[in-house]
């Protein structure tokens, strides 16, 4: 029994031995796996002059093991640039590359970025494991060459600070205007409260001149945005990378599309003896949100067929920027184009003109108000047959609801 026990003893020490053996190699090979903890750190040159060079410099690093990786540029005085902060890296035999053209952030607000100035610099690339443990690599960096004038941003204003986009050549747009010192790629963007991003300009390359953009307070698709308070960005930056920025609210209020819609027209008598009186009487209701702009002749007012409402009143009437609408009517065989279409236009009005909201000048159409405007045209026009129809016109922009109500009148003489 003794011999067996001997053996069985012998047996177990030799297993354990083995087993040491395995649990060593075993930890070995893992410490190899692992590798160091940041490898390799190369910078592609030592001297950089960001006005002769074409390309950035890079900066490329390994990480062996998963790491959180600092890499910043620290000047002659110690101040620290930060290019990448608490960035997570997995291990990785392929290195890491960061492009670096000499310029770094800055926390002014007005400065995003600068091109560092010619001076002696470090570069420290810095890794710190899930451990603690920490490693960096330092390589010395001389930026050379002449220091660049700043570009800036000068004397802008935006204004209106409110507007109203609702196509009443009333504040439907804002103006920015500004100085460029040095020519720069300009971008310019305005945020909603709901933090949707509208562009305004983007990347235009602009001289060292006087700029003026204009913005009409819709989204680049042309569909509108809702009320409330924006901020515009402006950002200029040159060719070295170093980048300006202003910002500054805007607003939008009384948003809307204008928009109204013919209810009913009606054209007598369908039988006129020559110099006799048409009357038309319009019924029109304001289908939109917003109010519409509008302005003379007033209801009631009366032409001749050889008159245009541009003519009548010292021309006073004479299409206006596009802000305006008015009812109209034409017929068929009026041969003139352009300001001749339409000749007979009265306003969206059943107001004098003197209880108007400017008065004698234009009034305003609200909405969900039906109105009915008459009007009236002597016919000395020598046809025996006319054919007569209403629409609505916004001067500048377009005719709406065109050729509607047509009417066949009867002409004697």
């Given at each position: 029994m003794?011999r067996?026990a001997?053996t069985a003893a012998r047996?177990?020490?030799?297993g354990?031995?083995l087993?040491s053996?395995?649990?060593t190699?075993?930890?070995l090979?893992?410490?190899?796996a692992?590798?160091?903890?940041l490898?390799?750190v190369?910078?592609?040159?030592?001297?950089?002059?960001p006005a002769?060079q074409?390309?950035?410099l890079?900066?490329?690093?390994?990480?062996g093991?998963?790491?959180?990786?600092?890499?910043?540029?620290?000047d002659?005085?110690g101040?620290?640039y930060d290019?990448?902060?608490?960035?997570?890296r997995?291990a990785s035999?392929?290195?890491?590359v960061?492009?670096?053209d000499?310029?770094?952030?800055?926390d002014d607000?007005?400065?995003?970025?600068?091109l560092?100035?010619p001076?002696?610099?470090t570069?420290?690339?810095?890794?710190?494991g899930?451990?603690?443990?920490?490693?960096?690599?330092r390589l010395?960096l001389?930026i050379?060459g002449?220091q660049?004038?700043?570009?800036?941003?000068?004397?802008?204003?935006v204004?209106?600070?409110?507007?109203?986009?609702?196509?009443?050549a009333?504040?439907?747009?804002?103006?920015?205007?500004?100085?460029?010192?040095?020519?720069?790629?300009?971008?310019i963007?305005v945020?909603a409260?709901?933090g949707e991003v509208?562009?305004?300009?983007?990347?235009?390359e602009?001289?060292?001149?006087?700029?003026?953009?204009?913005?009409n307070g819709?989204?680049?698709?042309?569909?509108?945005l809702p009320a409330?308070?924006?901020t515009?960005?402006?950002?200029?930056?040159?060719?070295f990378?170093n980048l300006?920025?202003?910002?500054?609210p805007?607003a939008?209020e009384n948003?809307?599309?204008?928009?109204?819609?013919?209810?009913?027209a009606y054209?007598?008598?369908?039988?006129v003896m020559?110099?006799?009186?048409?009357t038309?009487?319009?019924r029109?209701?304001?289908?939109?949100?917003?109010?519409?702009?509008?302005?003379?002749p007033p209801?009631?007012?009366?032409?001749?067929?050889d008159?245009?409402?541009?003519?009548?009143?010292?021309?006073?009437?004479a299409?206006?920027?596009?802000?305006f609408?008015r009812?109209g009517m034409?017929w068929?065989a009026?041969?003139?184009?352009g300001?001749?279409?339409?000749?007979?236009r009265?306003?969206l009005?059943?107001?004098?003109?003197?209880?108007w909201?400017?008065?004698?000048?234009?009034?305003?159409?609200?909405?969900?108000?039906e109105?009915?405007?008459?009007?009236?045209?002597?016919?000395l026009q020598r046809?025996?047959?006319?054919?007569?129809?209403?629409?609505?016109?916004q001067d500048?922009v377009?005719?709406?609801q065109?050729?509607?109500?047509?009417?066949i009148?009867?002409v004697?003489?």
């Amino acid at each position: 029994m003794n011999r067996i026990a001997r053996t069985a003893a012998r047996t177990i020490r030799r297993g354990a031995l083995l087993l040491s053996g395995l649990i060593t190699a075993a930890l070995l090979l893992i410490g190899c796996a692992r590798g160091p903890l940041l490898g390799e750190v190369a910078i592609s040159a030592t001297t950089y002059d960001p006005a002769e060079q074409a390309a950035p410099l890079t900066i490329s690093y390994t990480v062996g093991r998963p790491a959180t990786v600092d890499i910043y540029v620290l000047d002659a005085g110690g101040a620290r640039y930060d290019l990448r902060r608490a960035q997570p890296r997995p291990a990785s035999a392929t290195a890491y590359v960061l492009r670096f053209d000499g310029t770094v952030p800055t926390d002014d607000p007005l400065l995003v970025r600068r091109l560092l100035p010619p001076g002696a610099y470090t570069v420290v690339v810095a890794a710190q494991g899930a451990d603690g443990q920490r490693d960096e690599r330092r390589l010395p960096l001389t930026i050379s060459g002449d220091q660049v004038a700043m570009p800036d941003i000068e004397n802008l204003v935006v204004a209106p600070g409110t507007i109203s986009p609702n196509a009443d050549a009333i504040d439907d747009i804002a103006e920015f205007t500004y100085r460029l010192p040095v020519s720069a790629t300009v971008d310019i963007d305005v945020t909603a409260p709901s933090g949707e991003v509208i562009p305004v300009v983007t990347r235009e390359e602009l001289g060292p001149y006087e700029q003026h953009h204009v913005w009409n307070g819709k989204r680049p698709n042309g569909a509108l945005l809702p009320a409330g308070v924006y901020t515009y960005t402006v950002r200029a930056e040159d060719r070295f990378g170093n980048l300006v920025q202003r910002q500054g609210p805007i607003a939008l209020e009384n948003v809307g599309q204008p928009e109204a819609r013919i209810v009913s027209a009606y054209i007598a008598p369908q039988r006129v003896m020559l110099g006799e009186v048409l009357t038309v009487t319009v019924r029109i209701r304001n289908t939109g949100t917003v109010p519409i702009r509008t302005y003379g002749p007033p209801s009631g007012f009366a032409y001749t067929t050889d008159e245009v409402y541009s003519s009548v009143a010292g021309g006073r009437y004479a299409a206006q920027a596009g802000g305006f609408w008015r009812v109209g009517m034409d017929w068929d065989a009026n041969s003139g184009g352009g300001a001749r279409r339409y000749p007979f236009r009265w306003a969206l009005s059943e107001r004098p003109p003197e209880a108007w909201t400017v008065p004698g000048e234009e009034d305003f159409f609200m909405p969900g108000e039906e109105i009915t405007v008459v009007g009236r045209v002597r016919v000395l026009q020598r046809e025996t047959k006319m054919g007569f129809y209403v629409g609505l016109i916004q001067d500048g922009v377009g005719f709406f609801q065109d050729r509607t109500g047509r009417t066949i009148v009867e002409v004697g003489f």
